[in-house]
Every structure is written in C-alpha cells, then in structure tokens.
C-alpha cells in the first residue's frame, strides 16, 4: 500500500465508537487476507492472559476483534500475532511476564513476521513502557487498559507504519460497547458491570492502572445478558472491582441489589454469580436479594485482607475486625448454606505477630470454604510503599504457611459438610484426569467429578454428593 493510500483510509475512518474500529477491523481484514493469500495459509493470532476474571473478560474481546479481522485463533508458537494481556497487582505478574518475552523474543527470531504485542494493567505504568522501549525492541505494539477497545486501529497502523506504535491513556470515561467478543465457554460468561475503582486501598495499583469507577448502564448489561442467554449462556458473572458500589455515579443513581433483581428477570438465565464485594459496601439489600433469589448462587467472595483493626484501618479497607466478624454472620444466619471465600494479604508493613494471630483468629471464626492467600508486594507509588516497618521476607513467609496450613485445614473440613447431599450442578468440561468423567461446579462455587460425556458440558445435572476430597467432591448423577 502507498503512502497516500494509507493516508486516506485513516482520514476517511468515522470518528464515533464503536463505528471506527468496525472501520479498522475491515481494512485490517482486507491486509490480513493479503498476507494469507501470500503464504498460502489462514493468520494465526494468540490471546495470552495474565491476572483476574476482568483480564479473562478484556481477552475475549480482543480475540473477538482478531477474529474479526480475519485472524484464526491457534497456539502461541504457531501464531504470527501474540498478545500478553498483562497483570500488575503483585511483582510476581510483572516478573513472569518479563520471563515469557525472552521467551517470545526466540520465537519471534525464528518467525521475524511475528508481531508482538503487549496490553493491560502493567503497561499503564510508565516504568514499564520505558523499560520495553529500550530493552525490549522486538515488541511491535503495546497500549493499556483504557483503550483495549482500539486494537484494531492500533494494529492496522502497526502493521502499515511496520514500527512499534504505544498508546497508553492516562484515564478515560468512555465505556464503547458492541464490539465483538470471542468467548472461552459457551454456557457461561463474564459481564462487566463497572470498570475502575475509587476504593484506593493502600496497597493496591488497581485504582492507579484501571482508573475511576464507572459503572455501566443498566439496560446495556441487561440487553448484553439477554443476548448471552439467546447464544446458550446459562450462567453469568457480573464483575466489577467493587461490585457493590455499583450505580453510585449513574443518572438516576441505582444500586447493585436493584441491578441484581433485573438481571435475574432475564428468562432463561438459570445462575448469577458475582466477583468482587467489598465488605465496607455490602448492604442488607443485597443480603435479601440473595437469599430471595434462587438465580444467585450460594456464594460470596468477601475480602478480609487483614483480621487486625489496626491494619485495616492503615489498608484503607474502611471496615474493622468485629465489623468484618458482625457481615459475615449475619450473612451466614440470613443464607445458611452460603459459601464464603476471601482474598488475606500477610506482611503488609508494620504487621507483627499479634497482628497476624488476629488474622488467623476471623479465619477460624468464619470458616472460610476457601481463601486466596498472597505476600504482600511492594508498588510502587501507592502509599503502602512508603511506609515504614516494611516485614521482613523471612517473617512472611513464614506467617504465609502458617495461614496456608490453617485455610487449607478449613477448607477441607468445610467441604464435606454436604456430603450426602444432593445438589444442581453444571457441567463445565471433560475430567482431564479420568476418562468417562466430567467436572461441574455447585452453586457454592465448588467443584464434582461425576461420570459423563461431552454432550453433558453445559447442561445443569442433579448431582448426588457422595465423598469429599479436599476440595472437591466425588459424584454420582440422579436420574
Ligand atoms: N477489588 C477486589 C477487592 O478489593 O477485593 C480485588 C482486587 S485485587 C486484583 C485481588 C486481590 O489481590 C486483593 O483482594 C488483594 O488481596 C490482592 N492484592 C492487591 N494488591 C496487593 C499487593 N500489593 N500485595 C499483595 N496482594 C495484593
Ligand atoms: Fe484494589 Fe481495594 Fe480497589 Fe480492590 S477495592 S481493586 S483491593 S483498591
């Protein structure tokens, strides 16, 4: 293509959203066929995602828009374009990443038409794109979290320019929907109801790399589930960073129990799961809500992250330990059969040991069905990484198997208490392990093995519980 050619398709692209990059993803169809005509085969392209549920869900997008423009989803190392969606919550995220593009760099050695790209939350930190600009020249394309919805505007110029194109936000308040998504499951999906978060607790990037709180509005999510459920949905999970804050910022303002209740009248939809509650937010509305609706399932993601009151007023977190204790039991008075699990940090700076006892006294106290435990890692520019007192390694890790030990020992006990039982399931996937078995998942979020086949994927199965292992339990099906 020349010059002037190129010239032209940019200045005649529209310039509203979502229409520009149905632009894009044409006329990088029309590049993409080019090039596979040449070599006599489709073009391969591979989403790789990095972090939490929102990452998963921005990765089915930007295969959607791939595939859209022409691309065929395929491996890694067979694909002529490679996305890292990346992850920057902890320092481990950015280490792994940083090992894999050696890794990629070899491929691409091999391949030199491959194009490497790079997205997400790691890439909204300035130290990181400087660092790729000059020690990772081999990377074609790099842009963040806020404007995920360009890529095919950002790869058409990339692979006309033929030079590294970044285009990182600083923030946005545009929500552009109705671009394509490719999704991994066909009976389930993520639904962002919000994107960002205000919550700025004292440890966490999040609020820096994801921006304000926005939440979607109503008749969109509401609209996009009904269109789930005509395409085989049975199962949504509406994600937000702090789901219960929903609605705040919208005109006239809602809340998440009202938007709960409208999702559940979408006929067909058998079950709505949600990720993540804050505690400070988490109001009896919503309690009600849950316990009247068959449609929500029994569980809830509550995040604790420390038990000391001291160091979750230093977190930020807005809510004390007796406050914590008082949620969770009237949650498990108001849902009996709910199944709670949390997200605990140790070492955040200044914990001592009293702190951590403390900690591991609520885990005791609320029975967690399980919990997802992590180091506290230094960011930087949150106020959590100027504090003094910072924990030693040796201390946290110590205190990490300890609190391992002690959720692993709850969780186990927790998991055969319905044994016995008989409960719906929905089958998910073959058991990789054992031939003629499927996996399911309960409503409380928790995994069977029952025989089956893969005409069962999908469909929801009553479900006798006949043996806990740990973590799971083993199954028979009812007729
Ligand atoms: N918004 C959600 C919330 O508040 O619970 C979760 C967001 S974050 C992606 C998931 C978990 O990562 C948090 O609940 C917290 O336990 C953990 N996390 C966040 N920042 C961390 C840090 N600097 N070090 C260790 N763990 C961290
Ligand atoms: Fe991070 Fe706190 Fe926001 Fe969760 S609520 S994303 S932990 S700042």
Not at 226 to 250: A, I, P, W
Request: one cysteine or more; hydrophobic letters at 35%.
């Amino acid at each position: 293509m020349d010059k002037t050619e190129y010239v032209n398709i940019i200045e005649q692209a529209p310039v509203g959203e979502p229409e520009r990059q149905h632009y894009f993803m044409q006329e990088l169809r029309e590049i993409v066929m080019e090039r596979s005509d040449k070599l006599g085969r489709p073009l391969y392209a591979n989403v790789t995602t990095f972090g939490c549920q929102m990452n998963a869900k921005d990765s089915e997008k930007l295969l959607g828009i791939l595939e859209a423009a022409g691309f065929t989803a395929s491996g890694e190392e067979t694909s002529d374009f490679v996305i890292y969606n990346t992850c920057t919550v902890r320092d481990n995220a950015n280490q792994r990443v940083y090992g894999r593009l050696g890794y990629l760099n070899s491929l691409k050695q091999k391949n030199p038409d491959m194009i490497v790209a790079l997205c997400g939350c790691m890439m909204q930190e300035p130290s990181v794109v400087e660092k790729i600009k000059k020690s990772y020249r081999f990377v074609d394309l790099v842009f963040g979290t806020h404007n995920i919805f360009k890529l095919a505007e950002l790869l058409y110029r990339q692979m006309t320019e033929r030079h590294m194109v970044v285009d990182i936000w600083n923030g946005t308040d545009e929500i552009v929907e109705k671009l394509p998504a490719e999704r991994k499951y066909s009976f389930k999906s993520g639904v962002n109801i919000m994107y960002g978060c205000n919550n700025f607790c004292s440890y966490c990037i999040v609020p820096y790399v994801r921006g304000r709180e926005r939440s979607r509005n109503p008749k969109d999510i509401v609209e996009e589930v009904k269109n789930l459920v005509k395409d085989g949905v049975v199962e949504v999970m509406l994600l937000g960073q702090n789901v219960n804050s929903y609605g705040k910022t919208l005109d006239p303002p809602m809340s998440f129990a009202e938007l709960l209740k409208m999702v559940a009248a979408v006929e067909g939809l058998e079950r709505i799961r949600f990720m993540t509650s804050h505690p400070k937010d988490l109001s009896d509305e919503l309690i009600r809500v849950m316990r009247d609706c068959p449609k929500v399932c029994r569980h809830l993601h509550l995040p604790l992250q420390s038990g000391s009151s001291r160091i979750l007023s230093q977190m930020n977190r807005v809510y004390g330990k007796e406050q914590y204790l008082a949620l969770a039991e009237k949650i498990k008075t108001e849902i009996p059969d709910i199944s709670l699990t949390t997200d605990i940090i140790v070492g955040f700076p200044g914990e001592t040991e009293e702190d951590f006892q403390e900690t591991l006294d609520v885990i005791r106290r609320v029975r967690y069905d399980s919990a997802f435990t992590f180091l506290y890692s230094k960011r930087t520019g949150t106020p959590a990484a100027a504090m003094e007192d910072q924990v030693p390694e040796e201390i946290m890790k110590d205190r990490f198997e300890r609190l391992l030990k002690e959720v692993q020992r709850i969780s186990a006990e927790m998991s055969g208490k319905d044994v016995g039982k008989v409960m719906p399931a929905l089958v998910e996937g073959l058991d990789d392990h054992n031939p003629g078995m499927v996996t399911g998942r309960l409503s409380n979020n928790i995994m069977v093995h029952i025989p089956g086949e893969a005409s069962d994927i999908g469909k929801i199965i009553p479900v006798k519980l006949e043996e806990s292992r740990g973590f799971y339990y083993m199954g028979t099906r009812l007729p």
